[in-house]
C-alpha cells in the first residue's frame, strides 16, 4: 500500500469547517483513498473513501488532487464530538476487501 | 444502524493462559478482520478471514493466534498462552463485498490486560 503523510496536529475552532491534509504521492491506479477516525480509545470510525472523483457524505467531503499525489478531508461545520485522530489510509482494491495499514494520523482538536 | 459488536469489553488474564475475543460482525458481511492497539501505539492488522479460511495475517499473528467463524454469527480470535505484551485494544471489524462498499466497520474493542 501507498504511504501516506499527515500533520500530526491541527487545531478548529468549532463550527468552522475542519480541512485535514494528506499526501499520498506514490498512490497507484487502483488504490482508493480512505478516511478513518478514532475518538478516544474507542473502535476506528469509517468517514468516507474515493478513488479519483471528490466525494461528499453526510459525515464529510473528500477532495481528491486530479493526479490522486493528495487529498483533504473536509468537516465543514466542526463541533466538539470530532475531536478526535484522523487517519488517511490508501488502500489496494482487488474486488476483495484488502486490510487497513493505518498510520499516525492528524489529531484534530476542536476548540470553543 | 447495524453495528459489530464485541465481547467482552475488559478481559482480564493471568499470563500463559488462553483467552478467547469474540465478535458479531454485521450480518450481511462476508469479510472479517481483527487489529489491534497497543496503548499509545499504531492500529495495527493482525488477520483477515474470508470464506472461511485466512485471506492474509501479519507477521504478529504467529502460532499463538488462532480464529474461527464457529457459527454463522461469531467470529472468535484465540490467544493460546497470553504474554504480556499482548495487553492491548483487539478491535473486531467487518466489511461487504462489491465495488464500491468495501470500507470495513469496526467494533468497539476488547481491552485486554495480562498481568
Known amino acids: 500500500d501507498a504511504k501516506t503523510t499527515q500533520p500530526p496536529s491541527m487545531d478548529c475552532a468549532e463550527g468552522r469547517a475542519a480541512n485535514l491534509p494528506c499526501n499520498h504521492s506514490t498512490i497507484s491506479g487502483n488504490e482508493y483513498v480512505y478516511w478513518y477516525r478514532q475518538i478516544h480509545s474507542q473502535g476506528p470510525q469509517y468517514i468516507i473513501h474515493g478513488l479519483k472523483n471528490n466525494e461528499t457524505n453526510e459525515m464529510a467531503s473528500l477532495i481528491i488532487t486530479e493526479d490522486r499525489k493528495s487529498s483533504t478531508l473536509i468537516l465543514p461545520h466542526a463541533t466538539l464530538r470530532d475531536t478526535a485522530v484522523y487517519y488517511c489510509i490508501v488502500r489496494w482494491y482487488t474486488g476483495t476487501a484488502s486490510k487497513l495499514t493505518f498510520g499516525t494520523g492528524t489529531r484534530l482538536q476542536v476548540m470553543l | 444502524e447495524p453495528e459489530v459488536t464485541q465481547t467482552p469489553s475488559h478481559q482480564v488474564t493471568q499470563m500463559g493462559q488462553e483467552v478467547i475475543l469474540r465478535c458479531v460482525p454485521i450480518?450481511?458481511?462476508?469479510?472479517f478482520y481483527w487489529y489491534r492497539q497497543i496503548l499509545g501505539q499504531k492500529v495495527e492488522f493482525l488477520v483477515s478471514?474470508?470464506?472461511?479460511?485466512?485471506?492474509?495475517k501479519s507477521e504478529i499473528f504467529d502460532d499463538q493466534f488462532s480464529v474461527e467463524r464457529p457459527d454463522g454469527s461469531n467470529f472468535t480470535l484465540k490467544i493460546r498462552s497470553t504474554k504480556l505484551e499482548d495487553s492491548a485494544m483487539y478491535f473486531c471489524?467487518?466489511?461487504?463485498?462489491?465495488?464500491?462498499?468495501?470500507?470495513?466497520?469496526f467494533g468497539q474493542g476488547t481491552r485486554l490486560t495480562v498481568v
Open positions: 450480518s450481511n458481511h462476508l469479510y
Open positions: 471489524a467487518s466489511g461487504s463485498a462489491g465495488t464500491q462498499n468495501t470500507e470495513a466497520f
Open positions: 478471514f474470508y470464506n472461511n479460511e485466512i485471506s492474509e
